[in-house]
């Protein structure tokens, strides 16, 4: 079946299959695999798949729209992959990926027992072994961009995280993280028939809190107090880099403190800025 590839339609293929939190989908899918787009094409397929309808208290030819759509954005975006035809969003030809680090500086990694855990850096040279990475282990070339970061973003930035790394990582925060309207349901501020009510509702892409806020569930001070308190209870993204072994703790504490003095200076420059009398 022949499909309409434009930005918009890849964008909200992507936040359909992935989450909200891609932020450059250009990007996202130069580096996606095949296996990683049937992946998580499975899981959607099965969270709108029309059999379930009953089992979530959905509506059976809402969840089959949604289930519909997943297909289609899935279809899509493999032939995107697939045919590697990414660099016509961009007008721009096919560019050879980078598949070694940028920096001067190569992670190395020891094998144990329980895995791979980190050693630290080694400077490069001829003795080095490198790892053939994949595209989707693609890592930042280029300044850190001199605005406000978070720690991810900073990672990525220096150099020390791919792309993939800092999007896993964020799925990861996201999933361990108390959805919004058990939130709003323990606080008393939506009841049972509240939630469900938005769950039937809700556009298959509008999130549950932006539903809520603008069809009057909550207030607009309700949202910021569930939002802030939904960031507050979620894990730290750093939690993620240490476990799966990508950064010691020490080096993400240093790190930690790097990004303080970065994003000090940029609030500096941008007060400068602002005082400067033309």
């Not at 930005?7 to 909200?12: G, K, S």
């Not at 580096?31 to 787009?37: H, M, Q, Y």
Request: with cysteine.
């Amino acid at each position: 079946m022949a499909y309409t590839i434009t930005r918009t339609n890849l964008i909200n293929d992507c936040y359909l299959l992935f989450g909200p939190e891609i932020f450059n989908c250009v990007d996202f899918l130069r580096g996606l695999s095949p296996t990683e787009l049937k992946s998580a094409y499975r899981k959607k397929a099965f969270e709108t798949h029309p059999d379930r309808a009953r089992t979530l208290g959905e509506n059976r030819d809402t969840m089959d729209d949604r289930f519909k759509a997943v297909i289609t954005a899935y279809e899509r975006l493999s032939s995107v992959v697939q045919g590697g035809i990414v660099h016509i969003l961009r007008n721009e030809a096919p560019r050879k990926e980078n598949t070694t680090r940028p920096n001067r500086y190569t992670q190395t990694r020891q094998k144990s027992a329980s895995g791979f855990s980190y050693t630290g850096n080694v400077r490069n040279n001829k003795h080095t072994q490198m790892t053939k990475k994949s595209p989707s282990d693609r890592f930042y070339s280029g300044n850190v961009p001199r605005r406000e970061l978070l720690i991810g973003q900073f990672l990525y930035y220096s150099g020390l995280i791919s792309w993939k790394t800092l999007f896993d990582a964020v799925y990861w925060q996201r999933k361990r993280r108390p959805v919004i309207g058990k939130i709003a349901l323990d606080w008393g501020i939506l009841t049972s028939e509240d939630i469900k009510k938005i769950l039937t509702e809700r556009n298959y892409k509008e999130q549950f809190g932006d539903y809520a806020l603008r069809n009057g569930f909550i207030t607009h001070f309700e949202h910021l107090a569930i939002v802030g308190r939904q960031k507050k209870l979620q894990p730290p993204i750093g939690e993620y880099f240490i476990k799966q072994g990508i950064l010691a703790h020490m080096e993400l504490k240093r790190m930690i403190e790097r990004l303080k003095t970065h994003n000090r200076n940029v609030i500096k420059r941008a007060k400068g800025l602002f005082n400067y009398k033309f």
